[in-house]
C-alpha cells in the first residue's frame, strides 16, 4: 500500500431551542395545499425529473447517483457538475466513473444508463461556478432538484480554501437556485459535526459563530500568511477548518429558505455500505477506512481514543437513502422552514471505538490484506503517555530498523515518512474519538413515518436494523476488495504470510530475551537473583493452577 494513498462547551438541553435560528418542522407545518389522498412513492416522485448533483465524482455522490438511476429508473436526466481534473475532461472523469464496479447492478437492468448522466462543466471555486451561460440556461430551464454534496472534507484545509468551497460556492449554488423556474427541492448535505461545540445537538440551525458574509469580506485582503496565524481563534472551540465552515454553509442555507424548499442532512462519519448495492463498498481512505487498512496491515500498533466512547458510524448507503427520502417529503410537503436531519446511529444504535478495535482486528486476521508489514494488532487507550510509549515502542523504532535495512540494501527508506503521516492523519481524528455526543433524530423518525412501507424498505435508512459485527467485517473485506484491489482468491497466501510474520516475532523475542540474559543477567548476581525469584513465582503459580484444577475436576 502506497503511502500517499493513505494521505488523506457543554449545553443543557432545555437550552438549545432557544438559542437556535431554526426549529422543528413537522407535519402540523405542511402547506395544506400540498395534500393528496395518495402521496406518491419516492420512485414515483423522481420519475420524469431532472436533478442536478454537486460532488457526484465523490464517494457519496457516486452513490446517490447509483441509487437514483437503480431504484428511480424513471427518473429523466441527471446533471452532474464536474470539472476537470488531472489532465482529464469532465466527460472522461464521468465515463470512468460509470464504469467502476459500483454500478454493475445498474448496468444489469439498463445497459444505457449512462444516457441519462449529463456532465456540466464546472468549477466551485470560479465566479458563477464557472458554468456557461448556455449551460446556465439549460439548468435553470429544467432541474427539479438539488443536491449539493460537493465540499471539500479535509480537516487541516486553510481556512481561505475550505470557505471558498464549502461556504462560497454553496452562496453561488443558491443563486443559481433561484433563478431555476421549476425547483422544487434543494437537499444540502452538511455534518452531524457541524456544532461538535455542543454537547447535546438538535436538528435546528444554530447562529452561526460569524456572519459568513463578513468574514469572507475581512479575509480578502489578508495574505494566507495571517489568515494561518488568525485561524485558531477565528475557529474557536471547533477542532477545525471543516467543521467551521460547515457551520456557516448552513446559515447560508437557511437564509433561503423563505425562496427555497429547502432540506439539510447531517450524516456523521460515514462508511462503507450496508447493504446497497452490495455490502462493503468503499472507494476511498478517507475517514475510518485508512485506520483499518493501517491496522490490518500490521502499521498501526496504537491509537488514542476511548474505548467507551461512540463510534458514530453511518454507511454510506443509509445516508443516501435519507437524502433521497428528504428530496422526496420536501418537495412533496413544503415545510415552511427548513429541515434538519441529523443522519447517525450513537443515540439508536450505539458502537464503542473499543469494540471496533476488536472486530476489525479479528476480521483482519481471517482476511488479511496482502503482504502485510506485522500482524494487525492495535492497541487503543485514551492515556496520552501510554500512547506516546507505544508509538515509540511499535511505530518509530520498527520504522527505523526497517529504513536502515532499506539504507543498507540500497533501496529510498520511507517507513519513517508512513509513519509520520500516519500519526498526522490520526491525530486529526482524536478529537472525535475521544468524546460523546448526543444527536436529536426527531425528524428522521418523522420522515421514516411518512414512507410506504415499500418506500421503507427500497429507501432504507433504519439504523437499528445494523448488525455491527458483520457491518465491520464487510467493511474490513471492502477495502481489501475495493480500495486496495486485493482478490479473496489470495486469502490463504496472506494467511501463510501471517503466519511467517508470527514466526518471525517470535524468533526476534527469543533472541531479545537471549540477549538481555547474557548483557545484563548474567553478569550480574542481583540481576540473577531477581529472575530466578520471578521464576519461581511463576512456577508457583502454575502448580496452584494445575492443583486448583485438578480439584475442580
Request: hydrophobic letters at 40%; a neutral charge; proline letters at 5%.
Amino acid at each position: 500500500m502506497s503511502m500517499e494513498q493513505s494521505e488523506n462547551l457543554t449545553l443543557t438541553w432545555d437550552g438549545l431551542g432557544d438559542q437556535a435560528t431554526g426549529g422543528h418542522t413537522g407535519l402540523t407545518d405542511i402547506c395544506s395545499d400540498t395534500a393528496c389522498s395518495r402521496m406518491a412513492t419516492i420512485a414515483e416522485y423522481y420519475a420524469g425529473k431532472n436533478v442536478l448533483i454537486t460532488g457526484a465524482t465523490g464517494f457519496m455522490g457516486k452513490v446517490l447517483v447509483e441509487k437514483l438511476l437503480r431504484s428511480c429508473p424513471e427518473v429523466k436526466a441527471l446533471y452532474l457538475l464536474v470539472r476537470p481534473k488531472a489532465g482529464q475532461s469532465m466527460q472522461q472523469r464521468v465515463s470512468d466513473m460509470m464504469t467502476c464496479k459500483l454500478f454493475d447492478r445498474v448496468r444489469e437492468d439498463n445497459p444505457d444508463f449512462h444516457q441519462k448522466v449529463i456532465p456540466i462543466s464546472s468549477e466551485l471555486m470560479q465566479p458563477g461556478l464557472a458554468i456557461s451561460p448556455e449551460d446556465v440556461e439549460k439548468l435553470t430551464g429544467c432541474i427539479n432538484v438539488v443536491f449539493h454534496c460537493a465540499a471539500t472534507i479535509r480537516f487541516d484545509e486553510p481556512l481561505k480554501h475550505a470557505l471558498q468551497l464549502n461556504v462560497m460556492a454553496t452562496q453561488q449554488l443558491l443563486t443559481l437556485a433561484k433563478q431555476m423556474h421549476h425547483l422544487e427541492a434543494f437537499i444540502h448535505i452538511s455534518t452531524a459535526y457541524a456544532n461538535c461545540n455542543r454537547k447535546n445537538i438538535d436538528e435546528v440551525i444554530y447562529p452561526p459563530p460569524v456572519e459568513p458574509r463578513k468574514l469572507i469580506e475581512s479575509l480578502e485582503w489578508m495574505d494566507d500568511g495571517i489568515v494561518h496565524d488568525i485561524t485558531p481563534r477565528l475557529i474557536g472551540d471547533r477542532p477545525n477548518t471543516y467543521t467551521y465552515t460547515k457551520a456557516l454553509a448552513e446559515f447560508v442555507v437557511q437564509q433561503e429558505q423563505d425562496k427555497l424548499n429547502i432540506s439539510i442532512v447531517r450524516p456523521s462519519i460515514v462508511g462503507a455500505s450496508w447493504q446497497e448495492p452490495f455490502p462493503g463498498w468503499i472507494d476511498n481512505f478517507n475517514g475510518p477506512s485508512g485506520v483499518f487498512i493501517a491496522a490490518g496491515k500490521g502499521i498501526l500498533r496504537t491509537m488514542r481514543a476511548h474505548n467507551d466512547a461512540v463510534a458514530d458510524l453511518i454507511p454510506v448507503d443509509m445516508v443516501i437513502n435519507l437524502t433521497l427520502a428528504a428530496g422526496w417529503y420536501t418537495a412533496t410537503h413544503r415545510p415552511k422552514t427548513a429541515l434538519v436531519y441529523n443522519c447517525t446511529t450513537g443515540g439508536i444504535n450505539p458502537f464503542h471505538w473499543g469494540e471496533i478495535e476488536h472486530h476489525v482486528i479479528s476480521s483482519f486476521k481471517r482476511n488479511p490484506l496482502e503482504q502485510a508489514f506485522r500482524r494487525p494488532n492495535a492497541n487503543i487507550t485514551s492515556n496520552y503517555l501510554i500512547n506516546q510509549y507505544w508509538i515509540l515502542v511499535s511505530h518509530k523504532f520498527p520504522a527505523l530498523i526497517y529504513d536502515l535495512i532499506l539504507r543498507l540494501s540500497g533501496q529510498k527508506p520511507q517507513m519513517m515518512r508512513i509513519f509520520n503521516r500516519l500519526h498526522k492523519a490520526i491525530s486529526l481524528l482524536e478529537y472525535f474519538s475521544s468524546q460523546d455526543w448526543e444527536w436529536n433524530s426527531e425528524n428522521v423518525s418523522m420522515l421514516s413515518s411518512q414512507l410506504t412501507p415499500e418506500d421503507r424498505k427500497t429507501f432504507n435508512f433504519d439504523v437499528r436494523q445494523l448488525n455491527w459485527p458483520e457491518y465491520i467485517d464487510n467493511y474490513c473485506i471492502g477495502t481489501k476488495k475495493y480500495v486496495l484491489n486485493e482478490d479473496m482468491s489470495g486469502v490463504p497466501a496472506a494467511r501463510q504470510h501471517l503466519r511467517k510474520l508470527r514466526n518471525i516475532r517470535y524468533t526476534f523475542n527469543t533472541l531479545l530475551v537471549v540477549f538481555i540474559w547474557r548483557v545484563f543477567i548474567a553478569r550480574s548476581q542481583m540481576a540473577r537473583n531477581i529472575w530466578y525469584f520471578v521464576v519461581s513465582l511463576c512456577f508457583k503459580f502454575l502448580s496452584y493452577f494445575r492443583a486448583s484444577s485438578t480439584l475442580t475436576n
